[in-house]
Each structure stands twice: as C-alpha cells, then as structure tokens.
C-alpha cells in the first residue's frame, strides 16, 4: 500500500496536467480560433437585412410622374425606450388600428422586447406615432404608375417586390433608377427567431436617380385615344403612332394599341413592318442626289399597268392604284404615288447605288433608341437582289422591313435640311438632390443628302399633302408636308390580297418643321383602306387636338398664321440661315362651295397677287397666299385638275 505522501504526489502531477491541459485548450480557443468563434457567436445571434432603396421617378419631359415608387412604413416599439406609455398605446390604437389590450399586455409582460407591425402603413398613419420615444418606422417601397396605362408599354413594369426592371425603359434604364441598399443588422435568439433591433443601421440606403423622358404625357394621351377610336372605325387589327421632334431628334409620342383599344407590345420600336409608297420619297432622293433625274425628266406610266420582262422569258406586272396617263415627272409620281413611274424612275440607279443612299437614312440598322430588344429592321444587301424584282420593290416600299420609329427618323432629316438624328427617349438625368448628371444633346447619326436635295423632297411632300395629292386628308393649320402609304401584308410567306397597312408620314408645319408624325393602321376592313383615307385624317385629328391642348408640345406661337408653305427647291430653306416668309393676306370673300366636278388650275405665274388670287377665285377655288410680289408657282401645279372650293396655295416673290 503505497504511502500517503506519494498517493499525493500523484494526484498533485494529474491535477498539474490536467491543468495545463485546460490552460492550452483555453489558449488555442483563444488565441487560435477565438476570432472564429467569435464571428459564430454572433452570427448565431444577429442577422443581417438589405433596407431598400427608392427607386427613382421617372417623369415626362414636362414633370409629370409617369413612374414612381411610393414609401410605405413599418413600425416597430422597443418597450425600454418608451417614455410615455398611454399615449402610445392610444395613437397606436387611433392611427394603426393596433389593438389597445395587445399592446398594454406586451408592456406589462415585457415581452416581445420589440414588437413588431408590419402594416404596411401610410405616410399619414405613421406622422404622429414616429414623433414618440421608443418608437421606430422602417421604409418600403412599392412602384406606381400614377398616369395608369399612359405610354405603358414605353416605360414599362419592375418585377414582384420592385427591385429590378421587367421591360420597357424600366428594364433598360434599371442601373440608373435602382438606388443602392442599405444593410442593418437583427437580433435572433437561441430558436433561430428574428428580432429587429433598432438602431442598428450598418449603411442608409441611397436612392436611384430619377430619368426625365422626351415623352409628352398631353401627346401621348392625345395618340393613344386617337389611335383606339381610329383602329374601333376603321375595324382594324391594331396600329402604331409616333410624333419625333426633328429638331433634336426627342421621341414626344409613341403609342401602339391592339384592335380592343388596349397597349400592345411596342411594335413602332419592336416590330418590322413593309412601308409601302411611304419609302418613295427615299428612292427620288437618291435620283436627284445622283444627278439620275431632273425636273422636266419623265417616264411613260402606261396607263395604270405595265408589263415588263425581268430576266430571260420572265415578266411582271405593276399595277397603279391611282392611274396616271401619259408621262409624268418624278414630282407628279411622288404626288399621285405612282408605283409605275418610281419603279421605272429607280432602273436608273445601280443596286449599289439604291442601298447605300437606303442606308444613308438609316434602314437597316437599329437607332440606338434607349429601349430592351429594338429592332434593326431588314434591308437586302444588293448581291442578294433579284434583278427586275427588288430595285423596283424598294421603290415602291417592299422587300425591306422598318419600324415606325426608323420612319420618322428618316423623315426627320427631310425636315432637317437632309441630316439623320439620332432618336432618344432620354432627356435628363437626375441625382435624387436634382443635380442634373446628363441632359441630352443633338446627336447627328450623318448627313444622308445634301439640304437643297431635301428641300426638293419637301416640296414633292407638300405636293402629295395638297388636295391634288394622296394625303390631302392630312392638312392642318399650318401646312404639312407628307406622304401616304398602303401596303399588302404578308400572310404564311406570301402576299395576301385585302390585307393592307395603311400609313402617312408627315413633316408639321410646313415652315420651321416641329413635328413628324408616322401613323399606321394594320389591315382596316370597314371599307376605307388607303393611307390617305385611314392613316391621314387620323394624323390631321391627331394634330388639331394638339393644337387645342392646354399645354402642348407644338410651339403655337410660330402657328399663329395659318398659311401652307411648301420649301421652294430653288431657294432651300436653311435653318441656319433662317429666311423670313413674309405672308400677305387679301380682304376677299369666301370661295364658293364645292362644285364637285374637277376644275382646271389657271397659270398665274408672272400676275400679281391680287390677279392671281382674282383669277383662281373666279374658278371657285381657296386662296392662301405666301409672300409678297408676284406670283411664282401654285400648289397644286398649273394644269392640274382640282374641285371648286378646295384650296389653291400662291407662293410670290
């Protein structure tokens, strides 16, 4: 039996080892992974939460909110802090509809530490109680959209929950509208059960820029009722609108709606349609710009049908809708929209040749328009054209696909003496202080043709607008320079006879262009299919309701005399030269009405004004005269044939 002095011995050298063994344990934990466990410990009790920020506004180029995200509040009492318990207990009853006893129980047991109301609540209901100690109000957000389907499809929707953009502009644009989170951190207890712990806020949420938009909220409303009660008369399947300001190139309207009146998918920026005689005036611009054709040129556009061969033994057939006889200039094609004469015209120009200026003003290629999934449009590269077949299509505005918004790009550098803008959607970009951190500027895309041949092309257009023209329909106070169209659709491949999309591209006013309008009507079946019959008079609607808007996009003080004026090809009309017009007005009586019978236009060229407007009134037409001294032209030409009571424009000098 071993002696007590060593038994003690031995228990002393086991109670030192296991001691030691406990101080290093104690250490590695410590000094090892003490940094570890620590970060454990407290990830176990806390847990960390995203605050969201406030998407940013988006407004038309006016102020109004076409898109804004709208604080709603949560409220959350940590019981410790309060200092006047009756009251809160009342505005909690009175403004958050809590019940009373719920919350005197929660105060007397002391538990929950922080209750917690999710509402959500309004900014009215949270005003007083937020004002208490103890008392704190957490900010969610949820998008709106205050102008309820107002250019809907353009801005576009965010998805559940709001945090990110779905489509539209609100899918482009989603880096610059979405603001950057916050983060704050919870308490959780051992059974994993959150609690929010106010006061701890690691980061405050920053909210996103606002984006202004060259939309006009007033324009748009204007197209959209517009386009719906025309597609509800003409019984069509559906149509597009668009209004541009070929000034700077800022997009003021778009609109698409479905047959039942409702927004459809952006077609006039996703969709491709074939633009039928509305494309003419491009391929008269690459004749004139190439020195192809001039003014006294003509072609034989053999009564209405013309018969050619293609390729060897191959023919085909070309049909006028409005049959011309004899010969005619390229002036007159443009004006009765002869498919013969620009099919013959356009054998003057090289497949090359054809492309490029198609090209030059823009088809082809998407415009960069800040929209998701734009389309580029078809145009067929020329060694891919089937001799006979495309030039003359082309001419005529088929085998090509564009968008409504290419169009009025495209026309947009008529109106702006032959130099292509870039479109936008964009105007202003703004930090939530309002700084202003990008406005849009004039983006010049390439001069297409030089400005004397777009004001040739103009003074064609305004031709075609006039009442001896396809567009007629289309004249406002004003003037409008324009062009119709009305072309067969494609069905499985193939083109399907009675169904048409009718078109009119127009340049308003006439003077000091401000607006270009393209409007579409897809396959209208109540009887009137032409652009000039459906798609003009809509255009006409369109701007006269503009006019007569309390706040609009048209600068009326420039409108205030209401005279036509086409641009005089021998004397272009400059923006940066900026020639005054002088009008003159005759105190002479009311025209007499419609005779309904055609009546010949008398050459007054060389008369007075007042001769020249004597002698048109003698033959029962309308009078408006531009300038002063004598007459040079009229529009409608001398020797057309208009009816009595229509309106005859004199321009002198």
Do not use: C
Not at 562 to 568: L, R, T
């Amino acid at each position: 039996m071993a002696k007590p002095a060593a038994r003690i011995a031995t228990l002393q050298v086991a109670l030192g080892l296991g001691l030691l063994v406990v101080m290093g344990r104690a250490g590695w934990l410590q000094l090892v992974k003490g940094r570890e466990f620590s970060k454990a410990a407290v990830s176990q009790r806390t847990v960390s939460r995203e605050l969201l920020a406030r998407r940013g506004t988006i407004f038309d180029r006016g102020g109004t909110p076409l898109a804004h995200s709208l604080p709603k509040f949560q409220v959350q009492i940590a019981l410790r802090e309060v200092t006047d318990t009756q009251r809160l207990i009342a505005t909690a009853a009175r403004d958050l509809r809590i019940k009373a006893d719920s919350l005197r129980r929660s105060f007397r047991r002391g538990k929950p530490l922080y209750p917690f109301f999710g509402g959500p609540f309004t900014s009215g209901q949270v005003e007083a109680i937020r004002r208490l100690r103890g008392v704190h109000v957490y900010t969610l957000y949820g998008r709106a959209y205050p102008r309820d389907d107002l250019a809907r499809p353009i801005v576009g929707a965010v998805e559940a929950g709001g945090l990110r953009g779905q489509s539209g502009l609100e899918r482009s644009l989603d880096s610059i509208l979405a603001g950057k989170p916050g983060r704050r951190t919870d308490l959780r207890d051992p059974s994993g059960k959150v609690f929010e712990s106010p006061g701890r806020v690691e980061r405050e949420p920053v909210a996103g820029n606002d984006v202004v938009l060259t939309i006009d909220a007033e324009l748009q409303a204007i197209a959209e009722r517009a386009l719906a009660l025309a597609i509800k008369d003409a019984k069509a399947e559906g149509g597009d609108v668009v209004f541009m300001d070929p000034r700077n190139g800022e997009l003021l309207a778009l609109a698409s709606l479905t047959e039942s009146g409702t927004a459809a998918t952006p077609s006039m920026l996703t969709g491709g349609f074939q633009p039928g005689s509305t494309a003419k005036p491009f391929t008269a611009a690459a004749l004139l710009a190439l020195g192809r054709v001039d003014s006294a040129e003509t072609v034989d556009v053999e009564n209405g049908k013309w018969t050619f061969v293609t390729s060897g033994t191959t023919t085909r057939v070309i049909n006028d809708d409005h049959p011309e006889k004899g010969s005619i200039t390229l002036e007159r094609t443009i004006q009765v929209s002869s498919n013969i004469g620009i099919a013959k015209f356009s054998q003057k120009l090289t497949p090359e040749e054809h492309y490029e200026v198609l090209r030059s003003f823009g088809f082809g290629a998407a415009t960069g328009v800040e929209f998701p999934s734009e389309a580029g449009g078809l145009l067929p590269r020329p060694d891919r054209w089937r001799a006979g077949y495309t030039g003359p299509s082309l001419a005529m505005g088929y085998e090509l696909q564009i968008t409504a918004v290419q169009l009025a790009a495209a026309y947009g550098a008529f109106a702006n003496d032959g130099v292509l803008l870039a479109p936008t959607l964009v105007k202003e970009i703004r930090a939530p202080d309002g700084t202003v951190l990008y406005r849009h500027e004039t983006e010049v895309v390439r001069r297409a043709v030089s400005s004397e041949i777009a004001a040739r092309i103009r003074s064609f257009l305004a031709e075609a607008a006039s009442d001896s023209g396809t567009g007629g329909r289309a004249q406002v106070r004003g003037g409008i320079l324009g062009k119709t169209g009305t072309a067969l659709q494609i069905v499985n491949g193939r083109y399907e006879p009675g169904q048409y999309r009718a078109s009119f591209a127009g340049i308003y006013p006439a003077t000091n262009p401000q607006i270009v309008a393209v409007v579409t009507i897809d396959r209208p079946h109540a009887g009137q299919i032409y652009g000039g019959q459906v798609a003009a008079p809509l255009t006409a609607a369109m701007l006269r309701q503009a006019l007569a808007a309390r706040e609009s996009a048209l600068d009326r003080h420039a409108l205030a005399d209401a005279s036509i004026e086409a641009p005089n090809p021998k004397q272009p009309s400059k923006r940066e030269e900026a020639a005054t017009v002088t009008t003159a007005r005759l105190p002479v009586t009311d025209a007499p009405k419609p005779a309904g019978k055609p009546v010949l236009i008398p050459d007054v060229a060389g008369s007075t004004i007042r001769a020249a407007a004597f002698a048109l009134h003698q033959r029962g037409f309308r009078v408006r005269i531009e300038g002063t001294g004598r007459a040079l032209r009229t529009i409608p030409a001398a020797g057309d044939s208009l009816a009595a009571g229509k309106t005859v424009v004199v321009y002198a000098q």
